[in-house]
């Protein structure tokens, strides 16, 4: 047998020429492979139904309410849009198909930068359990979003002002006539519907907070000391808004907000939550004259699987014990 060496120059190249090819007929049939796998699943049908959701298979601690266990039932999801003088607010009501005409009200608000999808899973395991829930998009509260109005315009301000024009909304065309209405915000939504709460307690027979964020105003004071320091762009949970937002949230009263509230408030926050630390949800909970808290051990700012089910049993057990539906 010839040595390397030995061979000639031409034959060399032969030999390494099929190698090369050889390892490139093999490398292209492994990526055809998984490019045939990947268009299969991306082919695949994607349906959503509003068939019962299963909760997790994760175990539920024993001081945990055990709410996912009732029978959850049918619901229908339709879009209800608000259309007013100066503004377009788009939302979905949620309503379970049993034979009763009216139902208990949860109105969901979203946090900061998103939209009423992030709050959609409540409002669809609330219906399950036969209760009417309405989630929507704060003008300018998220992108993307449906509503009218952009992040640069919108302040905790003009977030109550919507979540006012909705309930209003609700109440006139019968969805939340003479029933019992909750209003439920996830991080910067509870603060909103904090203020909310505020003025409107006779008209709202509880509060649900999940993971509140009612650090704003240490935020924006660890800034600026004044609202003439405030440029006319400032950026806050990674998000950028106008000087408008800063100086409506440092005129904000949020500590007397809660004082002014006497309903029943559930306050929910994940021990892990590195945006807004659970002791701001503690520290509320002293403020709140009629409020309970529990901390989701392990999530962090969202709740999600196991912990989205914990969250849940904690709201129909709220829900049961302050008497807004039965047990």
């Given at each position: 047998?010839?040595?390397?060496?030995?061979?000639?120059?031409?034959?060399?190249?032969?030999?390494?020429?099929?190698?090369?090819?050889?390892?490139?007929?093999?490398?292209?049939?492994?990526?055809?492979?998984?490019?045939?796998?990947?268009?299969?699943?991306?082919?695949?049908?994607?349906?959503?139904?509003?068939?019962?959701?299963?909760?997790?298979?994760?175990?539920?601690?024993?001081?945990?309410?055990?709410?996912?266990?009732?029978?959850?039932?049918?619901?229908?999801?339709?879009?209800?849009?608000?259309?007013?003088?100066?503004?377009?607010?788009?939302?979905?009501?949620?309503?379970?198909?049993?034979?009763?005409?009216?139902?208990?009200?949860?109105?969901?608000?979203?946090?900061?930068?998103?939209?009423?999808?992030?709050?959609?899973?409540f409002a669809k395991r609330f219906?399950?359990?036969?209760?009417?829930?309405?989630?929507?998009?704060?003008?300018?509260?998220?992108?993307?979003?449906?509503?009218?109005?952009?992040?640069?315009?919108?302040?905790?301000?003009?977030?109550?002002?919507?979540?006012?024009?909705?309930?209003?909304?609700?109440?006139?065309?019968?969805?939340?006539?003479?029933?019992?209405?909750?209003?439920?915000?996830?991080?910067?939504g509870g603060y909103v519907v904090?203020?909310?709460?505020?003025?409107?307690?006779?008209?709202?027979?509880?509060?649900?907070?999940?993971?509140?964020?009612?650090?704003?105003?240490?935020?924006?004071?660890?800034?600026?000391?004044?609202?003439?320091?405030?440029?006319?762009?400032?950026?806050?949970?990674?998000?950028?808004?106008?000087?408008?937002?800063?100086?409506?949230?440092?005129?904000?009263p949020i500590l007397e907000d809660?004082?002014?509230?006497?309903?029943?408030?559930?306050?929910?926050?994940?021990?892990?939550?590195?945006?807004?630390?659970?002791?701001?949800?503690?520290?509320?909970?002293?403020?709140?004259?009629?409020?309970?808290?529990?901390?989701?051990?392990?999530?962090?700012?969202?709740?999600?699987?196991?912990?989205?089910?914990?969250?849940?049993?904690?709201?129909?057990?709220?829900?049961?014990?302050?008497?807004?539906?039965?047990?």
């Open positions: 047998m010839k040595r390397w060496k030995d061979l000639k120059p031409i034959t060399r190249y032969l030999i390494l020429l099929a190698i090369t090819l050889g390892l490139l007929i093999n490398f292209g049939s492994v990526c055809a492979h998984y490019v045939r796998e990947w268009i299969k699943a991306a082919q695949a049908p994607v349906t959503e139904t509003a068939a019962p959701a299963q909760p997790s298979a994760a175990p539920t601690p024993s001081s945990v309410p055990k709410a996912t266990e009732d029978t959850a039932g049918s619901y229908t999801i339709e879009e209800h849009p608000i259309t007013l003088e100066n503004k377009y607010i788009y939302g979905k009501t949620y309503l379970p198909d049993d034979e009763k005409d009216t139902h208990p009200l949860v109105i969901l608000c979203h946090g900061i930068g998103t939209n009423h999808f992030h709050a959609e899973p219906a399950e359990h036969g209760i009417a829930a309405y989630a929507f998009d704060f003008c300018g509260g998220g992108d993307p979003i449906q509503s009218s109005g952009t992040l640069y315009d919108m302040s905790v301000h003009t977030e109550e002002e919507d979540l006012k024009d909705v309930l209003r909304h609700l109440q006139e065309t019968g969805i939340a006539k003479d029933q019992p209405i909750i209003l439920l915000g996830m991080s910067q904090t203020e909310t709460a505020a003025d409107l307690s006779d008209e709202i027979a509880g509060l649900i907070l999940l993971f509140p964020a009612f650090n704003i105003n240490d935020l924006i004071s660890a800034e600026f000391s004044f609202p003439e320091d405030v440029p006319e762009s400032v950026t806050i949970f990674d998000q950028t808004v106008s000087r408008r937002y800063f100086v409506d949230a440092m005129n904000e809660m004082k002014q509230y006497a309903g029943p408030v559930l306050l929910l926050h994940g021990s892990g939550d590195s945006i807004v630390p659970a002791q701001y949800s503690l520290d509320a909970a002293e403020q709140f004259p009629n409020a309970e808290v529990h901390l989701i051990d392990g999530a962090e700012h969202g709740f999600f699987g196991p912990h989205e089910d914990e969250a849940f049993a904690y709201c129909m057990e709220f829900l049961r014990s302050s008497g807004t539906i039965d047990n």
